[in-house]
Structures are given as C-alpha cells and as structure tokens.
C-alpha cells in the first residue's frame, strides 16, 4: 500500500499529489511553514491526511523552536497550520490534540516536550491507519455483491496515513471475498478521482473505471451500481456531510435512483458543535483551476470563476455514515452522539 505521509529524520515525507499519476516522488518538509504550504499546495490533501501533516508539522515546529518564549512560538506554529485550509475539520482537531498535550507539558525540560510531541504525531499516524481498517470493517458488510461502488474524489490511502476511508470499504468488502469493482468520478477541478483514485486502485489490483462527473446520473439509472461510497471533510451534527465539490447531485441523483449513498469517514471528521451543514466553512480555491487544465487554459482570459472546493450534502440523501465505532443511520443528531461517545 502507498506511503502517504511518513516522519523520517526528523523530517515529514510525503507523496506528491499534484504530481501523481504522472511522477511518483516524494516530498521532504524540513520546516513546520513548509508542511503548512505542502497542505495549502495539496501536496498533501484528504481530510485525515492533512490532519496527520499538521500534528507532524506542530511537532517539527518545536523541534527547531527555541527555550524562550516556547508558548509564543507554539501559538504561531499552530496558527499558520490552521490557518492553510478550512474545510476539514481533522486539520484542528490534530492541532487541537497537540495544544492539549502541550498543555500538560509545562516545566518539563525543551528535550522532553519535542519527544513527546513527536512521539504523538506518530500515534495519531499509527491510530488513522487502524480507524481506516475499523470503517472498513463497519462499511463491508454494506457493499452490495457482484455490484460496482461509485466514488467521488479520493478517499483512499493517499487521502489518509493508510488503507483509506470510502476506499478502506471497497478494500476490505474485496478482503472479505465480494466480487465488486469501482467507477471513480474524475473529480473536476483537480481531478483527485482521475489522477489519485484511479491510480492507487490500480496499485492494489483493483478493477478500476473512470468516469466524468457528468456521467455519474447515467450510471445510476443503469442498475450496475449497488452503492455509492464517499469520505468525508466535515459532519455536522444533523448528519449533514461536506465533501469535495460535486458530492451533493451524486447523493441526489443516487437516491432518485434508489441507489444506498454511504458516507466513509472517522469520528474526528465530526464536528457536533455545529447544527447543521450551512455551519460549515467553505473553501474557494484558486480561479486558476477551473480556466486552466495542466496549465494549459481551457476558457478565455479574463473569464469570472466561482471556484467553490467542498459542497455540503444534506443528511436527508445519506443512508448511513461509517465510522471506526460503527454505522449511525438516521436520525443522525442520536446516532452520531453515540458514536462519538
Ligand atoms: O480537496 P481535497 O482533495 O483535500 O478533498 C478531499 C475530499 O474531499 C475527500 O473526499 C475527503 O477529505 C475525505 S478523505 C478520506
């Protein structure tokens, strides 16, 4: 399986997502404002993938931080990480898992707190791998045999420390011996279906069609598909779920074709401090990704772009959301509270 995000020498190592499928390289990050431009440049992207970066980026930050004024220097490593990208809510919650640990660490000597903040980066690593394969466990049972899983945008390996949330359930519905395949939707703008879901399904073997966005309805109303699998960025309390731009008319369109949409993601995606989806903040990406395609331009210059990078599906078009705890179904304002524990 790919290795998404590593900590290595005292250095972060990841995959360069913009690059793939094209170049497998991978990058180093030396400096804390380098993981936060890794993030903002989706070197690195996926809600749990970015969270994983910026626990790591907090931990490199105090290993080049100096004695004074330590709690200064944190608060700005922190911040410019929180501050690159805001939609996923797994960005803040490492970030906030790390102000806390920090927290209990005062007196203790510069040496032990740099210890400790790595060693936790590392465990939160350890622990997203381990929470893909409970969701996969969770979600397997609900693929439909013999049928094809459609997914939008990427929610695999690349998009976590590991084995994926939405693609961690086709691995382990495949693990437990179903015959299924998948249709990824090329995911305009940046195209993660095309270039990052296609091509790590095709390190695994598994049996892997790429559509347009635009297709998806086609293929809904042709009875081949038994579910929809997507992760997610953020989950509002009421159940509503942000996901990657274009999301919302695939979870339309599947239940006007009375196709089960699942929604894959670990409890750290939750935010039940808001009520509902119209909370959640969105993300406006670059106009230059919609008017250019590999920086070549594709409509005229000058051309007024709305570039919005997640939209939010209400929880009304979900049939159920897969976490590490288990399956919450409607009404989700029960459900996901007992989950989240
Ligand atoms: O803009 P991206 O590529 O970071 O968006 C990613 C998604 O929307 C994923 O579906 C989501 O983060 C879930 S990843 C397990």
Redesign the pocket.
């Known amino acids: 399986m790919v290795e998404t995000i590593q900590w290595t020498d005292n250095a972060v190592v990841m995959i360069d997502q913009t690059r793939l499928p094209l170049e497998e390289k991978y990058v180093t990050c030396r400096t804390y404002e380098e993981v936060a431009e890794a993030i903002r440049g989706?070197t690195i992207?996926?809600?749990?993938a970015i969270g994983v970066a910026a626990a790591m980026g907090v931990a490199l930050g105090v290993l080049h931080a100096s004695e004074r004024d330590l709690d200064g220097q944190f608060a700005t490593i922190c911040e410019t990480l929180a501050r690159t990208r805001p939609t996923?809510v797994n960005l803040f919650w490492a970030i906030d898992r790390m102000k806390r640990l920090y927290g209990t660490l005062g007196g203790h000597p510069l040496a032990g707190i740099r210890r400790r903040l790595v060693q936790e980066a590392l465990l939160i690593r350890e622990e997203d791998i381990a929470v893909c394969r409970a969701i996969g466990r969770h979600g397997a049972p609900l693929v439909p045999d013999h049928k094809t899983v459609l997914t939008h945008?990427?929610?695999g390996a690349l998009?976590?420390a590991g084995y994926?949330?939405a693609l961690g359930v086709v691995r382990a519905a495949i693990e437990s011996g179903k015959k299924i395949d998948v249709f990824a939707d090329e995911t305009r703008p940046?195209l993660?279906g095309a270039r990052l879901t296609v091509w790590e399904l095709q390190q695994d073997g598994i049996p892997a069609t790429l559509i347009t966005d635009s297709m998806a309805g086609h293929f809904l109303h042709s009875g081949r598909i038994g579910c929809v699998v997507?992760?997610?960025?953020r989950i509002a309390a009421n159940g509503d779920v942000a996901?990657?731009i274009g999301t919302y008319p695939v979870a339309v369109l599947a239940r006007e074709n009375q196709v089960p949409f699942f929604v894959a993601a670990p409890i750290s995606t939750l935010d039940l401090t808001l009520a509902s989806g119209d909370q959640i903040p969105i993300e406006q990406r670059p106009a230059a990704e919609v008017t250019n395609l590999f920086g070549h331009p594709v409509a005229p210059a000058g051309t007024a772009v709305q570039n919005p990078?997640?939209d939010v599906t209400p929880a009304r078009y979900v049939s159920a959301i897969i976490t590490e705890n288990g399956v919450a179904r409607a009404p989700y304002e029960d459900s996901l509270k007992k989950l989240a524990g």
């Open positions: 989706m992207r996926g809600a749990p996923a945008c990427n929610a998009a976590t994926g949330t940046f993660q997507v992760g997610a960025d996901n990657k990078a997640f």
